[in-house]
């Protein structure tokens, strides 16, 4: 092209390829499908900038695929401990699943396991109810501390709007120093000295159904199958859903949305107690002063990779509780720090946050006019 006048080429006006022919638009719904594939992608490149961090850190990159699937899957043992850790993290998993789904962002999650643990460990000391039915009170009374422990700050939210993030996390504080004050006081173990309870008896144990794991992961199932029919089947579930989707409109048209509110808390807490109730019959044997480390952030990292789905939250807890024994193979074998373990976990949530942009968007191109 040329000026008129001149007779001299007019400068060509460039725009940018991108922006001239695509635009970027907000999605009105991905199908369920398309949506697992994006967070696989992004579960995938999570765990190939983890495995260049471990790479890098000195681990042989020809044995990544060896520690974190041959000798952790394949491994009886191994694979014994990964669903020995699994099923506490499935019962944090969902209990953060059914908090969230109700837009209340439950970050007590250990203060809720200590009470739980509390509770169960009170009636060892103590003694209470005859020894055929002890494991059921304490799994009962583990129930109901961890309900009671989250009903305070779900108050707190509901009547005088607290922000229970805050409410949540202080409260985990005032329950871990409450354990450092029985465990260093009155419940210190006689025999050792240790700041641990005595140990439980034989009977106030779980049982080892087909393996150490068996009856912690049968509870963990069957509390999997009860949070998917709430979720999926019944009205309660249905409530939830409009109360996910916008609390406002939810009590626009008719939906109890603090009755469901206060539902979801306490049975969130409910969760967490029994996950207490888990760790310290199925796996410590007594209450101990560290038990509930990590369940907390492993618990919000599992609901959120799974989208609050019951299901998905098994499964990303399992393989949480793979990457954990894996882990702890490479702290042993390559003196890798188990911070190193926890880096990996917030890379991975990284990824699947990102991934929630191609979700949520999409590119659209624009045809010449």
Same mark, same amino acid.
Request: some cysteine; proline content about 6%.
């Given at each position: ?35 697992? &594939?994006? =967070?696989? $992608?992004?579960? @995938? !490149? *999570? ?8 790479? /890098?850190?000195?681990? %042989? ?5 060896q ?37 209340y ?5 250990e ?25 059921l ?29 805050? &409410?949540? =996390?202080? $409260?985990?504080? @005032? !329950? *871990? ?8 006081? /009155?419940?210190?173990? %006689? ?8 140990a ?15 009856a ?59 996950a ?24 919000? $990292? ?68």
């Amino acid at each position: 092209m040329t000026d008129a006048v001149s007779g001299v080429p007019a400068p060509r006006r460039f725009e940018p390829l991108f922006s001239r022919r695509y635009t970027l638009e907000i999605r009105q719904q991905m199908a369920w499908p398309q949506q697992a &594939a994006v =967070l696989a $992608l992004a579960v @995938v !490149a *999570g765990l190939l900038i983890s495995g260049a961090i471990l790479v /890098a850190a000195g681990v %042989p990159a020809g044995e990544l695929f060896q520690e974190f699937v041959v000798a952790t899957v394949f491994d009886a043992q191994s694979l014994q401990a990964v669903l020995f850790q699994g099923a506490p993290m499935i019962m944090v998993g969902l209990a953060a699943a059914i908090a969230f789904r109700a837009r209340y962002w439950n970050l007590g999650l250990e203060g809720q396991m200590i009470w739980g643990a509390i509770g169960a460990t009170a009636l060892s000391v103590y003694d209470v109810g005859p020894p055929g039915l002890r494991l059921l009170l304490m799994f009962g009374v583990a129930l109901v501390c961890g309900l009671l422990w989250s009903l305070l700050p779900a108050l707190l939210r509901l009547r005088w709007g607290v922000n229970e993030i805050i &409410a949540t =996390l202080m $409260l985990n504080y @005032v !329950a *871990g120093n409450f354990l450092l004050h029985l465990l260093y006081g /009155a419940w210190k173990d %006689p025999a050792s000295a240790f700041p641990h309870s005595p140990a439980f008896q034989p009977f106030e144990r779980l049982p080892e159904l087909l393996g150490p794991s068996g009856a912690a992961l049968g509870i963990a199932l069957v509390a999997m199958l009860g949070v998917w029919w709430l979720v999926n089947l019944s009205r309660a579930g249905l409530y939830l859903r409009f109360v996910q989707a916008s609390p406002p409109v939810a009590h626009a048209v008719g939906v109890p949305v603090t009755r469901m509110v206060l539902v979801a808390v306490l049975l969130s807490g409910a969760l967490a107690g029994v996950a207490g109730f888990l760790v310290t019959s199925g796996q410590e044997g007594r209450l101990t002063q560290a038990f509930y480390h990590g369940y907390g952030f492993s618990g919000i $990292l599992i609901a959120f990779l799974a989208r609050n789905h019951p299901i998905a939250a098994t499964v990303v807890a399992l393989l949480i509780a793979t990457l954990f024994v894996a882990g702890r193979s490479l702290q042993v074998f390559y003196q890798i720090p188990f911070s190193m373990v926890q880096l990996i976990q917030a890379i991975v949530v990284i990824c699947v946050a990102s991934s929630d942009f191609f979700i949520r968007h999409r590119l659209r191109r624009v045809l010449p006019s």
